[in-house]
C-alpha cells in the first residue's frame, strides 16, 4: 500500500513539474454516441497520459505511467522519462511490462549519453523473443559508443540471425565494426564458433594474405559461406600484388647522411635476399646527391618503381618533378597531406608516437596527465602532437612544462609536481616554531600520469628524480614515454634508474622475434646505433609493404605486421604504425600485451 501512494505521489510530481497546466481531457455523453467503425486506437501526449494514470489505480495506472515515459521520449523529454520510470520500475511485476520498463529506461539514458548507465538497464531487460531484436540492437549502439566494436559486430550478427530480411543491411554494418577490430582481439576469437566466425575468419584473409592467395582465398570464402564480399574487397580480385621488375631506391648514399642511408639500404637487402629467389625484382640504388630534374623526370623510362628519398625537403622538390604514373613509396611524409594515386608515404614521425600514447593513457582512463619535454623542436613537436590528440579526445588541456639543461630537471619536475609549494609550507612552519619539522614534502594529488618527451640520457636523470618527488603517502605516479626515451645501449645501471619507465617503441627493438634475422644483424653491424637500427627495420618493411600497397590503400583497416610495428594506411596513402609497449622491470625490458 504504501508503495502505491509512493508511485500516486510520484506522478503528482512529475504532472505539476512537466507542465504547470495539464491539458483538459474532454467527456462527451454516452447516450449521444452513435455506433462508428473501428478507428486505431487514439496515441495521447504524455500530460494526457498522466492526467489518466492519477484517475486511475492498480495496472491499469501502471500501463498509462508506461505510456507516458513512452511519450516523453517521443517528445525529446528523455528527463521527464526517467522520471517517470524511477518509481514506476520497482512496482512492475509482469515481465513484458518490467521489459518495457527497462528497456525504455535503458534507451532514454543512451539518448542523453550515459552509455554505462544505459547498459546496466539493458542487462535487466529479459531474452524473451518479443523484445530481444530491439535489445540487440541497443546493445549494438551501447558497444559502439564505449568502443567496443566487437562486441557490437556480435550483437549485430545475432540480430541478423533473427531477421533474415535485414541481413544484407546488418552485414554492412557488422563488417564495419571488424575493420575497427584490432588484431589481437580477432585472434583471440578466431577459433570461437559463433555467428562472428565467418566475418573473423574474412577479416584474417584480407589483413594477413597478399598476391594470388589473398584473390584465391576471398572467393574460397564466398563459396564456404554464402555470403557477399563487402564492396571495399572486390578490388582486391582484380588488383596486381606481384612485385615490381625494376626497381629504383633513392637515398642519400653520400654526404652527412650516408649512415642513415646505408641502414635503410642494409634492411631494403635483408628484405630482398630473405624473400623468395624466384620473384627478386631489379634494385638500383642511386645516390639522391646525384639527382637533377632531367633525371627525375625520366626515371619512368628505367623504373616500374620509385622508393624514397629520405628527407623531407628532397620530397617536397622531387615529388613534382617525377612523372604521375610512376609509383613512388616515400620514406617520409609531406607537412600537408594530399590523396593522389600511386604516391605512398611512409615515415617514422615521433609526433605518430605522441599521439599514439595520448590514445593508450586515455583509454586506460587516465585524466589528468601532466607533459615534461626537454627544451629541443623534436620534443616540442611530440608535446603539441600529444596535446592536440589528447583535447580531441574531449580531454582538458594537460598540464605541461619543458627543461633546458640537467640542472632546470629537479626545479621543472618540482614545479610539475607542485612540490615547492609544500617544502614553503614546511618552512614557513619552521620559522614560527623556530625548530626542525619533520615532514614529507607532499606532491599535488590531481596527478594520475606522467608523459615524458626526452632523450633516454635525460629521462635515465629525470625518472629518479621524479620518483624522489612523489610523497611516500601518496601512491605512485605512472611514467609513459615515447622510443626515444629507450636505448638498447644502456647498461644495468642506466636500466636501475629507468625502472616502472613504460615506453612505446618498435617490436624490432623490443622483443626476441626474427631471432635470425636479429643475430644476423648483430653479427653484420655490431656497431649499429638505435637509430641506424630502427632505420634497417624501415628498410625491411619497406621493401616487403611493396606489394601490399594498393591493397592497402583500397581496404581501410588493412594491416600488415612488420619490424617496425602494425601498419595500416590513412585516406592520404599515409603508412601509420601501431607500436607495442614495453616497461624496465628488474633492470630488463619487457614487452607487454595490449589491452
Same mark, same amino acid.
Given at each position: 500500500?504504501?508503495?502505491?501512494?509512493?508511485?500516486?505521489?510520484?506522478?503528482?510530481?512529475?504532472?505539476?513539474?512537466?507542465?504547470?497546466? #495539464? =491539458?483538459?481531457?474532454?467527456?462527451? /455523453?454516452?447516450?449521444?454516441?452513435?455506433?462508428?467503425?473501428?478507428?486505431?486506437?487514439?496515441?495521447?501526449?504524455?500530460?494526457?497520459?498522466?492526467?489518466?494514470? %492519477?484517475?486511475?489505480?492498480?495496472?491499469?495506472?501502471k500501463s498509462l505511467l508506461l505510456n507516458a515515459a513512452q511519450a516523453f521520449r517521443q517528445e525529446q523529454d528523455c528527463t521527464s522519462a526517467l522520471k517517470v520510470l524511477k518509481p514506476l520500475l520497482p512496482a512492475l511485476q509482469e515481465q513484458g511490462l518490467l521489459d518495457q520498463g527497462h528497456f525504455l529506461q535503458a534507451r532514454c539514458?543512451?539518448?542523453?549519453?550515459?552509455? +554505462?548507465?544505459?547498459?546496466?538497464?539493458?542487462?535487466?531487460?529479459?531474452?524473451?523473443?518479443?523484445?530481444?531484436?530491439?535489445?540487440?540492437?541497443?546493445?549494438?549502439?551501447?558497444?559502439?559508443?564505449?568502443?567496443?566494436?566487437?562486441?557490437?559486430?556480435?550483437?549485430?550478427?545475432?540480430?541478423?540471425?533473427?531477421?533474415?530480411?535485414?541481413?544484407?543491411?546488418?552485414?554492412?554494418?557488422?563488417?564495419?565494426?571488424?575493420?575497427?577490430?584490432? /588484431?589481437?582481439?580477432?585472434? !583471440?576469437?578466431?577459433?570461437?564458433? !559463433?555467428?562472428?566466425?565467418?566475418?573473423?575468419?574474412?577479416?584474417?584473409?584480407?589483413?594477413?594474405?597478399?598476391?594470388?592467395?589473398?584473390?584465391?582465398?576471398?572467393?574460397?570464402?564466398?563459396?564456404?559461406?554464402?555470403?557477399?564480399?563487402?564492396?571495399?574487397?572486390?578490388?582486391?580480385?582484380?588488383?596486381?600484388?606481384?612485385?615490381?621488375?625494376?626497381?629504383?631506391?633513392?637515398?642519400?648514399?653520400?654526404?652527412?647522411?650516408?649512415?642513415?642511408?646505408?641502414?635503410?639500404?642494409?634492411?631494403?637487402?635483408?628484405?630482398?635476399?630473405?624473400?623468395?629467389?624466384?620473384?627478386?625484382?631489379?634494385?638500383?640504388?642511386?645516390?639522391?646527391?646525384?639527382?637533377?630534374?632531367?633525371?627525375?623526370?625520366?626515371?619512368?623510362?628505367?623504373?616500374?618503381?620509385?622508393?624514397?628519398?629520405?628527407?623531407?625537403?628532397?620530397?617536397? #622538390?622531387?615529388?613534382?618533378?617525377?612523372?604521375?604514373? $610512376?609509383?613512388?613509396?616515400?620514406?617520409?611524409?609531406?607537412?600537408?597531406?594530399?590523396?593522389?594515386?600511386?604516391?605512398?608515404?611512409?615515415?617514422?614521425?615521433?609526433?605518430?608516437?605522441?599521439?599514439?600514447?595520448?590514445?593508450?593513457?586515455?583509454?586506460?582512463?587516465?585524466?589528468?596527465?601532466?607533459?615534461?619535454?626537454?627544451?629541443? =623542436?623534436?620534443?616540442?613537436?611530440?608535446?603539441?602532437?600529444?596535446? !592536440?590528440?589528447?583535447?580531441?579526445?574531449?580531454?582538458?588541456?594537460?598540464?605541461?612544462?619543458?627543461?633546458?639543461?640537467?640542472?632546470? *630537471?629537479?626545479?621543472? *619536475?618540482?614545479?610539475?609536481?607542485?612540490?615547492?609549494?609544500?617544502?614553503?609550507?614546511?618552512?614557513?612552519?619552521?620559522?614560527?616554531?623556530?625548530?626542525?619539522?619533520?615532514?614529507?614534502?607532499?606532491?599535488?594529488?590531481?596527478?594520475?600520469?606522467?608523459?615524458?618527451?626526452?632523450?633516454?640520457?635525460?629521462?635515465?636523470?629525470?625518472?629518479?628524480?621524479?620518483?624522489? +618527488?612523489?610523497?611516500?603517502?601518496?601512491?605512485?605516479?605512472?611514467?609513459?614515454?615515447?622510443? %626515444? +626515451?629507450?636505448?638498447?645501449?644502456?647498461?644495468?645501471?642506466?636500466?636501475?634508474?629507468?625502472?616502472?619507465?613504460?615506453?612505446?617503441?618498435?617490436?624490432?627493438?623490443?622483443?626476441?622475434?626474427?631471432?635470425?634475422?636479429?643475430?644476423?644483424?648483430?653479427?653484420?653491424? =655490431?656497431?649499429?646505433?638505435?637509430?641506424?637500427?630502427?632505420?634497417?627495420?624501415?628498410?625491411?618493411?619497406?621493401?616487403?609493404?611493396?606489394?601490399?600497397?594498393?591493397?592497402?590503400?583500397?581496404?581501410?583497416?588493412?594491416?600488415?605486421?612488420?619490424?617496425?610495428?602494425?601498419?595500416?594506411?590513412?585516406?592520404?596513402?599515409?603508412? %601509420?604504425?601501431? $607500436?607495442?609497449?614495453? %616497461?624496465?622491470?628488474?633492470?630488463?625490458?619487457?614487452?607487454?600485451?595490449?589491452?
Amino acid at each position: 500500500m504504501s508503495r502505491m501512494r509512493t508511485l500516486i505521489y510520484a506522478i503528482a510530481v512529475i504532472a505539476l513539474s512537466a507542465c504547470s497546466s #495539464a =491539458p483538459k481531457v474532454s467527456r462527451t /455523453d454516452s447516450t449521444s454516441i452513435r455506433p462508428q467503425p473501428q478507428q486505431a486506437p487514439i496515441i495521447l501526449n504524455a500530460q494526457q497520459y498522466l492526467q489518466q494514470a %492519477r484517475l486511475s489505480v492498480g495496472d491499469k495506472q501502471k500501463s498509462l505511467l508506461l505510456n507516458a515515459a513512452q511519450a516523453f521520449r517521443q517528445e525529446q523529454d528523455c528527463t521527464s522519462a526517467l522520471k517517470v520510470l524511477k518509481p514506476l520500475l520497482p512496482a512492475l511485476q509482469e515481465q513484458g511490462l518490467l521489459d518495457q520498463g527497462h528497456f525504455l529506461q535503458a534507451r532514454c539514458l543512451t539518448d542523453l549519453g550515459h552509455w +554505462s548507465l544505459a547498459r546496466s538497464s539493458l542487462q535487466q531487460v529479459s531474452q524473451n523473443l518479443h523484445i530481444l531484436p530491439k535489445r540487440l540492437e541497443l546493445a549494438a549502439e551501447l558497444a559502439e559508443h564505449l568502443g567496443e566494436h566487437y562486441a557490437a559486430a556480435g550483437h549485430l550478427a545475432d540480430l541478423a540471425s533473427l531477421q533474415p530480411d535485414r541481413q544484407q543491411a546488418l552485414n554492412k554494418t557488422i563488417w564495419k565494426f571488424i575493420q575497427q577490430t584490432p /588484431d589481437d582481439v580477432l585472434r !583471440t576469437s578466431a577459433s570461437r564458433q !559463433t555467428a562472428l566466425h565467418p566475418w573473423v575468419q574474412l577479416a584474417g584473409i584480407s589483413r594477413t594474405q597478399s598476391g594470388e592467395s589473398l584473390a584465391t582465398q576471398l572467393m574460397d570464402w564466398q563459396n564456404r559461406y554464402g555470403l557477399e564480399l563487402p564492396e571495399e574487397l572486390h578490388p582486391l580480385l582484380a588488383l596486381s600484388t606481384g612485385l615490381p621488375k625494376r626497381i629504383g631506391i633513392i637515398l642519400p648514399l653520400s654526404g652527412r647522411l650516408a649512415n642513415q642511408g646505408e641502414a635503410l639500404k642494409d634492411g631494403i637487402l635483408a628484405a630482398y635476399f630473405t624473400g623468395a629467389q624466384s620473384a627478386r625484382p631489379e634494385l638500383h640504388f642511386i645516390d639522391s646527391l646525384t639527382l637533377d630534374n632531367q633525371s627525375l623526370a625520366t626515371l619512368d623510362l628505367q623504373y616500374d618503381f620509385i622508393v624514397g628519398p629520405l628527407l623531407k625537403e628532397n620530397l617536397d #622538390a622531387f615529388l613534382p618533378q617525377l612523372p604521375a604514373q $610512376l609509383p613512388i613509396l616515400a620514406l617520409n611524409r609531406l607537412d600537408q597531406p594530399s590523396s593522389q594515386q600511386n604516391r605512398y608515404f611512409y615515415s617514422l614521425a615521433p609526433e605518430d608516437e605522441a599521439e599514439q600514447l595520448a590514445s593508450i593513457l586515455a583509454q586506460k582512463g587516465y585524466k589528468t596527465p601532466l607533459v615534461v619535454n626537454a627544451d629541443r =623542436p623534436v620534443f616540442e613537436r611530440m608535446t603539441s602532437s600529444f596535446t !592536440t590528440k589528447w583535447q580531441a579526445l574531449n580531454q582538458p588541456e594537460p598540464r605541461q612544462v619543458s627543461f633546458t639543461d640537467n640542472k632546470s *630537471m629537479r626545479a621543472a *619536475m618540482e614545479s610539475l609536481l607542485d612540490v615547492n609549494h609544500s617544502k614553503q609550507r614546511i618552512g614557513t612552519v619552521e620559522k614560527l616554531v623556530k625548530q626542525e619539522v619533520h615532514a614529507f614534502a607532499r606532491n599535488r594529488r590531481d596527478v594520475d600520469v606522467i608523459v615524458v618527451f626526452a632523450s633516454a640520457a635525460q629521462t635515465e636523470l629525470l625518472n629518479p628524480i621524479i620518483e624522489s +618527488s612523489i610523497s611516500p603517502f601518496a601512491q605512485m605516479v605512472p611514467v609513459y614515454a615515447s622510443s %626515444r +626515451s629507450f636505448s638498447q645501449e644502456l647498461g644495468s645501471n642506466s636500466l636501475r634508474d629507468l625502472r616502472h619507465l613504460t615506453f612505446v617503441d618498435m617490436p624490432w627493438m623490443l622483443s626476441d622475434e626474427n631471432n635470425q634475422l636479429r643475430e644476423l644483424s648483430r653479427q653484420l653491424w =655490431p656497431q649499429r646505433n638505435d637509430g641506424q637500427s630502427r632505420l634497417f627495420a624501415m628498410g625491411y618493411d619497406a621493401y616487403n609493404l611493396l606489394p601490399n600497397l594498393a591493397q592497402m590503400a583500397s581496404v581501410p583497416h588493412m594491416t600488415r605486421s612488420g619490424l617496425t610495428g602494425s601498419l595500416s594506411m590513412d585516406e592520404f596513402n599515409q603508412l %601509420r604504425r601501431s $607500436l607495442p609497449l614495453g %616497461r624496465v622491470e628488474q633492470e630488463k625490458v619487457i614487452r607487454l600485451a595490449m589491452d
